[in-house]
């Protein structure tokens, strides 16, 4: 893998793990419709790496909330040993407690993680599920403003935000995107919608990486390429802080018309060349 090669693959990653437009759907149709075979073919660690450098940017863009969550995991362990929990929960401990719940659902795609994984090469599905996103995407422009924070947000609520995520796992359909646009439903405040996306994605991000993690150590790891590695490691964390950045600001403005149209456009393309051919 050269250096070039290596930067190129962390800015995609960096702009299509953040941005809501599904980085599965489009790999998908470059190796399926496209003929770009080797879309796919990334060393395993090096893969691993690059989604490491994405969770970089979320602690870079996150680091004062998660600074706050670490120290309350502390100390509300410390408080359920001495059963002395206060009342009202601090926020930063009731996020906690709403990241751990929206990732539940997660464990229910284990069992069938192939049969999901393998609709990357039905095109029509993927089509169909960037469309799809798009829909979501508009709606959540034209939803009402909610007020919701991890003051106020319930457990119900964020385990709904979860199951978006865990839909999500199907290729074509943006994991950014539909956290979001979900949270925007159940009420959540825009920016805390777009927060709370991205800071559960760490615990997915992390797990993803520990179940691949064996896989990319048996298929072998070249150190002499530890140098080309780190190039891309680094372009994905910078240019995923970067689309977070712009994120929150579309976030703050309540328009993601401009990904669903985007959307729509590849859904639409998507089904016609899959027709044709």
């Not at 969550?69 to 410390?78: K, T």
């Not at 999901?116 to 422009?141: E, K, R």
């Not at 600001?249 to 899959?274: N, S």
């Amino acid at each position: 893998m050269s250096f070039f090669s290596s930067f190129l693959l962390g800015l995609i990653q960096g702009l299509a793990e953040f941005l809501p437009i599904s980085s599965s759907g489009h790999l998908a149709i470059a190796q399926n419709l496209l003929g770009m075979q080797d879309a796919g073919v990334v060393p395993e660690f090096f893969d691993v790496l690059l989604h490491l450098g994405t969770l970089v940017a979320v602690f870079v863009a996150y680091w004062g909330e998660i600074k706050d969550m670490l120290r309350e995991l502390v100390c509300g362990v410390r408080d359920l040993a001495h059963h002395t929990t206060p009342t009202p929960v601090p926020p930063a401990r009731r996020l906690i407690l709403l990241i751990i719940v929206a990732t539940l659902p997660l464990f229910a795609v284990l069992p069938v993680k192939d049969k999901v994984q393998g609709l990357s090469s039905n095109m029509l599905f993927i089509g169909a599920a960037l469309i799809v996103t798009g829909f979501l995407l508009f709606a959540s422009d034209r939803v009402p403003k909610g007020r919701k924070t991890e003051s106020s947000a319930s457990v119900l609520s964020a385990l709904i935000v979860g199951v978006g995520q865990a839909i999500a796992t199907m290729p074509g359909i943006s994991r950014s995107g539909m956290t979001i646009t979900t949270g925007c439903f159940v009420g959540y405040e825009r920016r805390f919608a777009v927060r709370f996306s991205f800071l559960m994605s760490i615990p997915a991000i992390l797990g993803a990486n520990i179940l691949s993690l064996k896989d990319a150590i048996d298929a072998g790891i070249d150190l002499s390429q530890v140098p080309v590695y780190l190039v891309g490691v680094v372009t994905a964390a910078v240019v995923g802080y970067l689309c977070i950045r712009l994120l929150k600001m579309i976030a703050a403005k309540g328009k993601f018309g401009f990904f669903a149209y985007y959307c729509w456009a590849v859904g639409l393309l998507t089904l016609i060349l899959t027709l044709i051919k």
